[in-house]
């Protein structure tokens, strides 16, 4: 996910985004300062505040509705890499009319079937409240406005003349029209597929296409429309799930402020004396930012400028040092607190903690494997070395104390019990923001840090709303028993445990390189889990292979994401990173392998060091459990 930011140029178009960018300081003003109020209470009062957590699950209702009407206008939805083949031209004007008309269409039916969830919980007698005695569909009205909003833009973006969002218009017409056409509805749902998988491979958004197609199913065999925006309000009753947004707050904030350069002092102060130690630095800087903020867009955007010309200064070859940057962008994937390892927690329905244990020496051996070549690199270029100096060691570490303080803050907070993973991700945004504010003064309050907020708010909006609309295609998937039908196919075809890894290794592996990370969780891994217990596999064990698989796609050609944004970032072209990160590419191999034939590298550590009881127990804990809207119950 890219970082960059154009602000639009007209007076509307300002008034807007200004409107939406202090929205979402808003809804993350109060994101934050409820489940901080929350440890607060608990430490000093033994009594949080009444309802501050369930406020906080239907706040992130609110902030990825909203992110994803400011990823619409921003052209930021995750989609397939496959639409950047098209070259500049005629058809490629022509695929985005066709890729906005059908977005239009298809978000236009997706806020007429949350018209109709919130609808039926308005009519329903035994309808919930909120604490202070706010109805539950006040807050869900934000799922039919924005998404009624968000056809709109997609037609907008149709085209820069008139024609084009004119054709965009008569789809958002004809997606309406669709819930009418009951009697013809068996005869709809293969051309509608199609046009949707057309769409997918031209630039469609997954979350388009997922939510058109479980529509689609759903219409086909006579049921609500509203039985997808059902399961999606479902999501909401996650207690982990507001995290997401949090952890990738304070990600952003951590990243636009001065922490990068801080960290990079730290970390040469104490291993630049070392044979080939500055590339030992470009990994665990690069990986510490990519645990943090979620993704490796961020740290290859952000860090990229300041570490390749560090490598190439200190004698190291600039093809290699390419490869370096390239491939350490996604080396923290496994560490706590990822976004991407809470989102396959909750889309798994597996437990955060321990997952993050069965992914601590997995992701160590990835780290050492990618800096150990980067070590051998140096010693044979004979790049040359910092001679320690213990004072610069003292200074470089008091300076850039508090961004060291705030992740070790976070993943003690969680594994002590002392906080739950939303009020440790609660914290640690408080904490960015007195960091980078205040004691450092590298965002300003009222200027830079609203436009970081509203850039997360990007990426949070993508994630949230196409992990809300797979949950509707999950649970047809579930209904048409779709899990079964594909195990019995693999069991029939495949009879070995290591045969079946090893397929999981080449589909993960071709999937990574197309799909964008937190799309091929929230798509596959519904999908995975019941097949590979069926073959004997530990689920924790699964997790950590499904994501480090995916951790390698991103330099697997020929559209893996590092690549992309890589070729992007340094001007290089694709072609010639394809060369220069193969290296990285193979020694990540051999890690993965190890790791999904070595399960006691994942399961031998998460048995041996678990999390305390009731810090599980505040974590999975249903008290903080919305109550089931009307239309769930129907």
């Not at 004119?166 to 509805?185: C, N, Q, R, T």
């Not at 636009?256 to 990994?283: Q, Y």
């Not at 809300?468 to 075809?493: C, E, I, N, R």
């Not at 999390?611 to 974590?619: D, E, I, L, Q, S």
Request: glycine share 10%; hydrophobic share 55%.
């Amino acid at each position: 996910m890219d970082v960059t930011h154009t602000e639009p140029t007209t007076k509307v178009g300002r008034a807007i985004a200004g409107a939406e960018r202090w929205s979402m300081v808003v809804i993350v003003f109060f994101m934050t300062l409820l489940p901080v109020l929350e440890v607060l209470g608990r430490a000093t009062i033994k009594a949080g505040v009444p309802g501050g957590l369930l406020y906080t699950q239907h706040l992130t209702l609110w902030i990825g509705f909203l992110g994803a009407l400011i990823a619409t206008g921003q052209g930021r939805h995750l989609a397939l890499a496959t639409g950047e083949l098209i070259p500049p031209g005629a058809f490629r004007h022509a695929s985005q009319i066709y890729v906005n008309t059908l977005s239009a269409a298809v978000a236009a039916l997706l806020s007429y079937a949350c018209a109709r969830l919130v609808q039926s919980n308005m009519n329903f007698t035994g309808i919930a409240e909120l604490p202070g005695g706010v109805k539950e569909w006040v807050s869900q009205l934000i799922m039919p406005v924005a998404m009624a909003l968000v056809a709109l833009r997609f037609a907008w973006r149709a085209s820069d003349r008139w024609p084009g969002r004119v054709i965009a218009l008569v789809g958002i017409v004809a997606g309406l029209a669709l819930d009418k056409l009951e009697g013809h509805a068996e005869s709809l749902l293969w051309p509608g597929v199609i046009a949707i998988l057309i769409g997918m491979l031209v630039g469609t958004p997954v979350f388009i296409a997922m939510a058109g197609l479980a529509m689609l199913f759903y219409f086909a065999e006579g049921t609500a429309i509203a039985s997808v925006p059902t399961e999606t309000y479902r999501l909401v009753a996650n207690p982990s799930l507001p995290a997401i947004p949090l952890l990738t707050m304070a990600g952003y904030i951590l990243a636009e402020g001065g922490a990068s350069k801080r960290l990079l002092r730290l970390a040469r102060a104490f291993f630049g004396w070392m044979p080939g130690g500055i590339a030992l630095v470009v990994c665990l800087v690069c990986a510490l930012f990519t645990t943090f903020t979620g993704g490796s867009g961020v740290t290859i955007l952000a860090l990229g400028g300041l570490v390749l010309p560090m490598l190439i200064n200190e004698k190291y070859p600039e093809g290699f040092s390419l490869g370096l940057v390239t491939s350490s962008g996604s080396l923290g994937l496994l560490f706590p607190p990822s976004l991407p390892v809470i989102l396959y927690a909750v889309v798994a329905g597996a437990s955060v903690e321990e997952l993050f244990l069965a992914g601590f020496l997995p992701g160590l051996l990835m780290l050492f494997l990618v800096a150990g070549y980067g070590v051998f690199v140096g010693a044979r270029s004979h790049a040359p070395r910092i001679p320690f100096d213990l004072g610069e060691a003292g200074r470089s570490l008091w300076e850039a104390k508090w961004e060291v303080a705030i992740p070790a803050v976070v993943v003690i907070a969680i594994f002590t019990g002392f906080a739950t993973m939303v009020e440790a991700a609660a914290i640690a945004v408080a904490a960015a923001v007195i960091v980078e504010c205040l004691v450092f003064r590298d965002l300003h309050p009222t200027r830079e840090l609203p436009v970081t907020i509203h850039r997360a708010a990007t990426l949070v909006g993508a994630v949230l709303i196409l992990l809300g609309v797979a949950m509707g295609l999950t649970s047809y998937f579930v209904d048409a028993d779709v899990p079964k039908l594909l195990l019995k196919w693999t069991q029939a075809h495949i009879h070995s445990q290591v045969v079946f890894l090893l397929v999981l290794n080449g589909v993960l592996l071709v999937l990574g390189s197309v799909f964008e990370i937190f799309a091929s969780i929230v798509i596959l891994a519904p999908l995975l889990a019941p097949m590979a217990v069926a073959y004997g596999i530990d689920p924790l064990h699964l997790g950590i292979v499904f994501l480090a698989n995916l951790e390698l796609g991103f330099l697997f050609p020929p559209m893996g994401l590092n690549l992309i944004l890589s070729s992007s970032r340094f001007g290089t072209p694709l072609t010639t990173l394809y060369k220069e990160a193969l290296p990285f590419l193979c020694i990540l191999a051999v890690g993965v392998l190890l790791i999904t034939y070595v399960p006691a590298m994942t399961k031998g550590f998460a048995h041996w060091v678990r999390p305390p009881k009731h810090a599980a127990a505040m974590v999975t804990g249903a008290a903080v459990t919305p109550a089931p809207s009307a239309a769930l119950d129907e």
